[in-house]
């Protein structure tokens, strides 16, 4: 809920989203499925969701240190 209510806000002041679908969680699965899905409904209304995985793979492209600063800290 607080993900999602973040993202619209953010959205309204004209800022461009994408949430990282398994970095934000909910008590219900259900709810983060959904809150997902109204984010990316109707080509991105509110914004985009990806895994972290395509997220880091794609931020490699432009700044491989980085992804490896990054995957260092993830593993600490």
């Known amino acids: 809920m607080c993900g999602h209510t973040t993202v619209r806000e ?6 461009e989203c994408l949430v990282l679908s398994d970095c934000v969680g909910s008590y ?4 983060q499925q959904a ?3 109204m ?6 209304i ?3 969701v990806a895994p972290s995985v395509a997220y880091l793979v794609a931020l ?7 992804v490896s600063a990054a995957t260092r800290r993830e593993r600490s």
């Open 60 to 66: 490699s492209a432009v700044s491989p240190a980085a």
């Open 28 to 31: 219900v699965p259900e709810f």
């Open 39 to 44: 984010i990316a409904a109707q080509g991105g």
């Open 35 to 37: 809150g997902l899905a």
């Open 10 to 15: 953010v959205n309204d002041r004209g800022y």
């Open 46 to 48: 509110f914004g985009w």
